[in-house]
């Protein structure tokens, strides 16, 4: 069975660093993309990036290029997405998502999201 | 890049059909067939209901179905159900960031 397990809500304060995780399971977690998604209380689904973790090529929104930064450790089968400083607009549920194989571009697969609220 | 354009809600009774729409331009919906459409309940994450325009995933009722003619996708859902009362999102892969771009999402009440 395909799984998504994300890291837990988080509550940090402006400025601070913050990375969580996405851990694969049930599939070749080498071979497809993960992305990120980004929903602000209330708001809509807001597609960030996306990374292979196969050789760890990434691509990101142009909203989101030089704000986050997604990597991924393909020996714990483990995506990231990670702020050096976050701000109070920081705060969203973040869902990561498999993307199908081959050539298509939808999330087949989504993590539970992880909550981060940024607040002083 | 801008977001796809759906409308903010739509309802329908049991039993009856609606069709939720998805403008995009050339960039995305218009010259590309990988628009895909997710379902949110409140408090859930999103889950595949349509991609590629109109393939449904294993598993969804077929009375969900997809379509596309121009710039402008379309969800339509027939026999509407009590369950089917969650937004829904539409998104399209985009050749401005050789990304996904999403809608704004579209709330749907089942009266």
């Known amino acids: 069975e395909v799984q998504l397990v994300q890291s837990g809500a988080e509550v940090k304060k402006p400025g601070e660093s913050l990375k969580i995780s996405c851990k694969g399971s049930g599939y070749s977690f080498t071979n497809y993309w993960i992305g990120w998604v980004r929903q602000m209380p209330g708001k809509g689904l807001e597609w960030m990036g996306i990374?292979?973790?196969?050789?760890?090529?990434?691509r990101y929104s142009p909203s989101f290029q030089g704000q986050v930064t997604i990597s991924a450790d393909k020996s714990i089968s483990t995506a990231y997405l990670q702020w050096s400083s976050l701000k109070a607009s920081d705060t969203a549920m973040y869902y990561c998502?498999?993307?199908?194989?081959?050539?298509?571009?939808?999330?087949?697969?989504w993590g539970q999201g992880t909550l981060v609220t940024v607040s002083s | 890049q801008s977001a796809l354009t759906q409308p903010a809600s739509v309802s329908g009774s049991p039993g009856q059909s609606i069709t939720i729409s998805c403008t995009g331009t050339s960039s995305d919906v218009g010259n590309y067939n990988y628009v895909s459409w997710y379902q949110q309940h409140p408090g859930k994450a999103p889950k595949l209901m349509i991609y590629e325009v109109s393939n449904r995933p294993s598993g969804v009722p077929d009375r969900f179905s997809g379509s596309k003619s121009g710039n402008t996708a379309s969800l339509t859902i027939s026999g509407l159900q009590a369950e089917d009362e969650a937004d829904y999102y539409c998104s399209s892969y985009t050749s401005s960031s050789a990304g996904v771009v999403f809608g704004g999402g579209t709330k749907l009440t089942v009266l």
């Open positions: 990374i292979y973790p196969g050789d760890s090529d990434t």
């Open positions: 998502a498999r993307r199908a194989g081959g050539l298509q571009f939808e999330f087949d697969y």
